[in-house]
């Protein structure tokens, strides 16, 4: 692999790191208050969607994002609703999630547009048009460091920008205030939380809320800055994968980080040689598709290093007697 | 003292969860603006109307019961098997090889056949994350969902290079020999009006079958037992002395191979030859019907039923009101294990009060 | 003497707390019934009642965490709604707990602030907390060290942090909740210690526990709670334990269990050099070495958490270990798919474990279904891998008759009974088992009275009859009423051995803080 090979691998790697960074955000925010979300994929399908749709009618990116979130919104509150008020189960409450969401999107879609599910192909500033940082062309000639400069770093949406900063942000709320406190111990311990006289309910439909934002900014990204419009399940897992890439992060920020980066890279990767040569044998595409879900098992699996979740997850808080 | 009278229990809430999930669906067939009664009736009749729309339903049916059941035994070692689709999967490919590769004398031979392959593969399946968790503690929720993408790729790669039909373009196996023909429902049923295209077969009897045996072992075997009493609570059960790896690792094995039986039906009773996405989402079905069915065999093979008239109406509906696509049908399954299986409460909690207090006027 | 308040508190300002017809039931069950309670300002009130007698509602209602039916609540004169915790906390209010409210992997100081911050940013919090602590710690000998992890702290320090939560918060009335149940007698004496440096500088303390003996040592007054109903408030110096235990349980009660003196018979069980290490890589059991006659009880004492259950654990087959065990002379494997629950059962070791919810009984289940639990594998309910229900319902009815557990109905749920009914069925299927070896953790914890002299006499007739009983338990009454012998534990070893009428309370809540009397 030469270096211009190199360079657009890893301007791709970055592209597609941001929808998973997104949405391993949402769901590190999500458990943090104690609450499982395997409703990632679902959210940010609708968040898609609807993004997509609504960029398309009104030729704004912008307002697409905002229809996007605002998707993923309502089912993090669905998802509020089952898990904390009613206290179902977590883990059905997503999968019926996500079952909505892939059956919603279409349906819609197929009822607005006419066009199999699909939504219209979208241009011009009905998608977010890719941004040239400071000095990219300038520092562009200069070896190794221009190239990795001007084109894999500069040139993307503003969503992959925000994306890399929300990686701190997540990390100075999560940690350096009496919110981010409060999150951390309401998903590890609810009852120490209560008899503080602070609401466990309050702060998981907050911890659940900033999830459906960022799952919406992962979808809306999906579709109206990664590629052009809808398709049908264009999420693709990427909202297991982010899981994932969450328990490899072992609930920590900068680590979601550079998770995010290597699954991006691994489909990067994929999509760039369809079919590679490994000693002699030829490794099918359909292995190279598959390698994103085959990483996220080897991780789960533990071969990494154990990691500790909340303690409190998945259970719905109840008073002791 | 128990809240709910059984009944209320057992036949009350899932009949209003079930509600309550129509009422919606009902909803969106409005938004959509067709006619939600309009839309119901041609779904009941489409499905249960005639014997030709009973030949697909009780079809549908037998895929649910056994991916429902699947997802039910997992469930009561309180595992959440979400991998049906891709046991089934490869269920399909074990009736496959089963079917082509032996010189079956007779269909009834070519059934066992077909089934101890669709099993084993579909149990081999289940068996990777089930021993990630259980040796491991790797989520077998979110296993299981990656062994569903890695099985489509899988599946994907095997039709393409290796099981296709030399020359052919389509992705797909050779058809199945003669004697490999499972009697379909026109067969047999002839004189209940079954057409020759329906595609009910006899292992909607295996279904049955199934059903009976999954019964007989939850409630009635010493591994039932174990099952539910591992299901219950993971360090009671070591206190009993029952191993939870092992007790994981054969409640996935079971439910994989129920999933891969499910091939049994689609791919040797119906199509007769493997093509690519052979079970059609009827994996995830399973967990709407062992949801809603309580994972009760009985249940389960109601609801199966019930999801049979869904598919079955649904395409019928998708007939007659083009506005009102496929998608349906996942809305609605979606709706019902929002309904009966997360939101549960809302309705229980309610139901529990009111109960309560007509028990204590009464007293 | 339904409720008289024969103390009669006579304060010139108005009570701290006055509770005035306080009602409260969870479904059918009635935990409060027109409770009324005045507590004077700057005393140490003690609530004494039975397990199940409503004193942990009553506290809690108070607390804001349910809210009473029916019944008023007065804070220093005023009526005050304390419909969450926070109103109670504004009330001045502060609760430790039975179980610590502490997140486990936050530091001291965190916990101290949680709920209590004083912006949206942390940093000016920590260093206002980290001030008001260091004095706090100097005023009330409570010394803590602020940036330690909670999970790295022993019971009686997170103890501590629980007080200094409510102390931060500017508590005047302190609730605490069965507070010794964890604690070394030395470690109850310097807490009480701080009660009363607490209550001298004017602060209220409402102490709930069952133990006579710290009624008697540090509180004022004292109010008796049965079924649900408050039966009496005397001052403290005006009555004695007997009147008190009369008053808690409604009739005079046997203290001591009859026994006749221990025939002796072979060494049934023989721990040698047994070791534990748990999950996170600690040592639990650090080379336990105990022996168990036919015939005899050997009382195994101690505060929760120094390795009993660690002790009971790997001896039932629940969890690993490294060391010699013999049961009548043959080795038992330690570890590996031959010590499991069932291949110590099938080797004559029963086990009545300590959390019969945890671990005795599926509640899911019938009562049925729950005579089988570890039993399913065996002859007479089991042939060829099918379950022969209809004897094992036969099995179960005839147990229940005879353990007198009621009601007989062996369709019930285990969470339909009540606490002594359930440990009536654990104990049923394992003392009936006819056992060698017979292990007990904590036999009449969460028991009714009456229910816990029918389990006393059980186990002493079982030992009559020549078996080998292991008891755990960290009431001492319970280990001086039943034990031959007692083997006091602390931090994964046996410190001594006594035997019971050759020790006293004192000797044996020395060895349990880890101190040996007759060594030093």
Redesign the interface.
């Given at each position: 692999m030469d270096f211009a090979t190199l360079v657009q691998v890893l301007d791709s790697t970055l592209r597609l790191a941001t929808p998973l960074l997104f949405a391993c955000l949402a769901g590190l925010f999500s458990e943090k208050s104690g609450i499982l979300d395997?409703g990632l994929e679902g959210k940010m399908l609708a968040a898609a969607f609807f993004a997509a749709a609504t960029a398309a009618v009104t030729g704004s990116a912008w307002i697409g994002l905002a229809a996007g979130c605002a998707a993923s919104l309502v089912l993090a509150a669905?998802h509020g609703?089952?898990?904390i008020t009613?206290?179902?189960?977590?883990?059905?409450?997503g999968?019926?999630?996500?079952?909505?969401a892939?059956?919603?999107t279409?349906?819609m879609g197929?009822?607005w547009f006419g066009l199999g599910?699909r939504t219209p192909q979208l241009e011009g500033a009905a998608r977010f048009q890719n941004i040239e940082l400071p000095f990219a062309q300038a520092l562009s000639p200069v070896p190794v460091i221009g190239p990795l400069y001007s084109q894999v770093l500069s040139g993307h949406t503003i969503l992959v920008y925000l994306g890399l900063l929300a990686v701190p942000a997540t990390w100075y709320l999560l940690?350096?205030?009496?919110?981010?406190?409060?999150l951390?111990?309401v998903g590890?311990?609810p009852?120490?939380?209560?008899?503080?006289?602070?609401s466990v309910t309050g702060l998981r439909y907050g911890g659940v809320a900033i999830c459906g934002l960022l799952c919406g900014l992962s979808g809306a990204y999906l579709s109206t800055g990664l590629a052009a419009g809808f398709v049908k399940d264009m999420s693709a897992?990427r909202g297991?994968i982010a899981?994932?890439a969450l328990?490899f992060a072992k609930w920590r920020p900068w680590y979601a980080l550079g998770a995010c980066l290597l699954f991006g890279l691994l489909e990067a990767l994929g999509n760039r040689f369809q079919s590679i040569q490994v000693l002699g044998v030829t490794v099918?595409t359909?292995?190279m598709?598959?390698l994103p879900?085959?990483l996220?098992?080897v991780i789960?699996?533990?071969f990494v290093g154990k990691a500790i979740p909340p303690?409190a997850g998945g259970e719905p808080y109840v008073?002791?007697? | 003292m128990d809240a709910l009278p059984k009944w209320a229990d057992i036949v009350l809430i899932p009949l209003v969860n079930l509600a309550l999930a129509l009422a919606v669906s009902a909803l969106?067939i409005a938004y959509?603006?067709e006619n939600p009664v309009e839309a119901l009736t041609l779904m009941i009749s489409g499905s249960v109307g005639s014997a030709y729309g009973w030949g697909y339903t009780l079809y549908y049916a037998t895929n649910f019961v056994f991916t429902g059941l699947a997802v039910a035994v997992a469930f009561h070692a309180r595992l959440?098997n979400?991998g049906g689709e891709g046991q089934a999967l490869l269920g399909g490919l074990g009736v496959t090889l089963a079917c082509l590769y032996i010189p079956w004398p007779h269909w009834t031979l070519a059934l066992v056949g077909a089934s101890v392959g669709g099993a084993l593969f579909g149990a081999a399946w289940a068996a990777?994350?089930a021993w990630?968790q259980a040796r491991?503690?790797?989520?077998i929720?979110?296993?299981t969902?990656?062994?569903n993408?890695?099985a489509s790729?899988?599946m994907?790669?095997l039709l393409?290079?290796v099981l296709k039909v030399p020359g052919s373009m389509a992705p797909e196996t050779a058809r199945f020999p003669e004697a490999t023909h499972l009697p379909s429902a026109f067969d047999w049923g002839a004189w209940m009006g079954f057409t020759k295209s329906a595609p009910l077969n006899v292992a909607f009897f295996l279904a049955l079958a199934c059903a009976f045996g999954v019964w007989v072992l939850i409630w009635r075997t010493k591994l039932g037992y174990e099952i539910r009493a591992f299901g219950q609570s993971e360090p009671a059960a070591v206190y009993a002395g029952i191993s939870p790896t092992r007790i994981i690792m054969v409640a996935m094995l079971i439910s994989g191979g129920l999933a891969g039986l499910m091939a049994v039906n689609a791919v040797q009773g119906e199509a007769e030859r493997l093509v690519i996405d052979s079970v059609q989402g009827a994996g995830?079905v399973g967990?709407a019907v062992a949801?809603m069915g309580r994972s009760h065999p009985v249940g389960v093979v109601l609801a199966a039923l019930l999801f049979g008239i869904l598919y079955q109406g649904g395409a019928e509906l998708e007939f007659s009101m083009p506005?009102?696509?496929r998608?349906?049908?996942?809305?609605i399954?979606?709706?019902v294990?929002?309904f009966t299986?997360?939101?549960?409460?809302?309705v229980r909690?309610p139901l529990e009060r009111l109960f309560l207090r007509r028990r204590r006027r009464a007293a | 003497m339904a409720d008289g308040e024969r103390g009669g508190t006579r304060a010139p300002s108005p009570p701290a707390i006055e509770l005035r017809g306080i009602s409260k039931s969870?479904g059918p069950v009635q935990a409060n019934k027109g409770i009324s309670l005045t507590v004077a300002k700057g005393t140490i009130h003690g609530i004494i009642g039975e397990n199940g007698a409503g004193k942990?509602?009553l506290m809690?209602i108070l607390?804001g965490?349910?809210k009473a039916d029916a019944g008023e609540i007065r804070i220093g004169g005023r009526k005050t709604d304390i419909h969450?915790?926070?109103?109670?906390?504004r009330a001045g209010i502060g609760?430790v707990?039975q179980?610590f409210?502490?997140?486990?992997?936050?530091s001291v100081l965190?916990?101290v602030?949680?709920?209590?911050?004083e912006?949206?940013?942390?940093?000016p919090?920590l260093a206002k907390a980290r001030k008001l602590l260091t004095e706090l710690a100097r005023e009330y000998e409570l010394n803590v060290d602020p940036d330690a992890k909670i999970e790295d702290l022993g019971v009686g320090m997170q103890q501590r942090v629980e007080i200094l939560?409510a102390l931060y918060r500017q508590a005047e009335i302190l609730i605490l909740d069965e507070p010794t149940g964890v604690l070394t007698p030395a470690e109850a004496d310097h807490l009480f210690r701080i009660l009363c440096g607490l209550r001298d500088e004017g602060k209220t303390i409402i102490l709930i526990t069952h133990k006579l003996r710290e009624i008697m040592d540090v509180t004022d007054t004292v109010s008796v709670m049965r079924r649900g109903q408050m039966t009496a408030t005397v001052k403290t110096a005006h009555t004695s334990p007997p009147e008190l235990a009369e008053l808690m349980v409604g009739r005079k009660v046997l203290l001591r269990v009859e026994k006749a003196p221990a025939k002796l018979g072979p060494t049934v069980l023989k721990v040698d050099n047994l070791r534990v290490t748990d999950g996170k890589g600690v040592e639990r059991l650090k080379g336990v070495s105990l022996e168990v006659r036919a015939g005899e009880i050997l009382g195994v004492a101690g505060v929760a958490g120094n390795g009993q259950s660690e002790l009971l654990e790997v001896l039932g087959g629940i969890r690993p270990g490294s060391g010699s065990v013999t049961l009548n002379g043959q080795p038992l494997a330690l570890s590996g798919p031959r010590s499991d629950g069932r291949a110590r059962r099938m080797a004559g070791i029963t086990h009545v474990p300590e959390d019969r919810h945890r671990l005795g009984l599926i509640l899911d289940f019938t009562a049925w279904e729950n005579t089988a639990f570890g039993y399913h594998f065996v002859p007479e309910y089991c042939h060829g891998g099918m379950m022969d229900n209809q004897a094992l319902r036969e099995d179960t009815e005839g147990k229940m008759r005879r353990f007198d557990v009621r009601p007989t109905d062996c369709w019930l749920h285990a969470k339909s009974f009540s606490g002594g009914n359930q440990q009536k069925i654990v104990l049923a299927r394992e003392i009936e088992r006819d056992p060698d070896l017979l292990l007990v953790g904590q036999p009449t914890r969460g028991v009714d009275i009456g229910a816990i002299e029918f389990i006393h006499q059980r186990l002493v007739q079982l030992r009559d009859a020549g078996k080998a009983i292991l008891l755990v338990s960290v009431e001492l009454d319970e280990i001086f009423s039943l034990s031959d012998r007692i083997a006091v534990m602390f931090d994964g070893r046996i410190m001594g051995e006594r035997l019971p009428h050759e020790t006293s309370e004192t000797e044996l809540g020395m060895l349990m803080a880890g101190i040996d009397g007759k060594a030093a």
């Open positions: 395997i669905l609703l089952a898990s009613f206290r179902g189960n977590q883990l059905i409450s999968v019926a999630i996500n079952f909505l892939a059956g919603i279409v349906l197929q009822n599910g940690f350096r205030t009496r919110f981010g406190l409060r951390r111990a590890e311990n009852a120490a939380v209560d008899t503080a006289g602070v897992g297991f899981l994932a328990i099918p359909q292995f598709q598959a879900y085959i996220t098992v789960l699996a533990g303690r008073k002791e007697r | 969106v959509i603006g959440f979400i990777i994350p990630l491991r503690g790797s989520h929720v979110i296993t969902i990656m062994f993408f890695i790729a899988l994907v790669y393409v290079n995830f967990i949801l506005a009102i696509s998608e349906m049908v996942v809305v399954q979606a709706l294990i929002l299986g997360a939101l549960d409460n809302m909690t | 969870f942990s509602t809690s607390y965490f349910y969450d915790s926070q109103a109670a906390i609760m707990f179980h409210k502490l997140v486990e992997n936050f965190e916990n602030v949680l709920g209590a911050e912006g949206a940013l942390l940093r919090s939560k």
